[in-house]
């Protein structure tokens, strides 16, 4: 298991730019991935973009050309950078990490949101 510290979210005018920062602790020998996932209305979670601790990047269709995905490994933290957002990316942006546990079975543990608002 991982804490999740998630930063960087805010009030953004369309088209300006923001960072999350996602640091983890804990068991972070473990950890095999870390991403952002994004919910507006309704329950689902949209993955946005994920990076695994040797940098392979995954990217999800919300924010696709926009958003770039990075890690830095030393500090335990992933980084989303969005830019030229939308009023469509108004939305709770959650920090996600995968582990492989010691029993071989993956898990997933998720920050507590952070608020991005792109409004005029």
């Known amino acids: 298991q991982v804490q999740l510290a998630e930063s960087g979210g805010g009030l953004v005018q369309p088209g300006g730019s923001l960072r999350l920062s996602c640091t983890a602790s804990?068991?972070?020998?473990?950890?095999?991935?870390m991403g952002w996932y994004r919910q507006a209305a309704g329950p689902e979670r949209e993955l946005v973009a994920a990076?695994?601790?040797?940098?392979?990047?995954m990217c999800g269709d919300p924010g696709k050309g926009r958003v770039t995905i990075s890690r830095d490994a030393a500090k335990n933290t992933a980084y989303l950078q969005m830019d030229n957002l939308k009023t469509g990316d108004t939305a709770v942006y959650y920090c996600?990490?995968?582990?492989?546990?010691?029993?071989?079975?993956?898990?997933?543990?998720w920050g507590p949101g952070t608020v991005v608002t792109v409004s005029s």
């Open positions: 804990g068991n972070i020998d473990r950890l095999a991935a």
């Open positions: 996600n990490a995968k582990l492989l546990g010691l029993d071989q079975s993956w898990y997933e543990d």
């Open positions: 990076i695994t601790v040797n940098g392979t990047p």
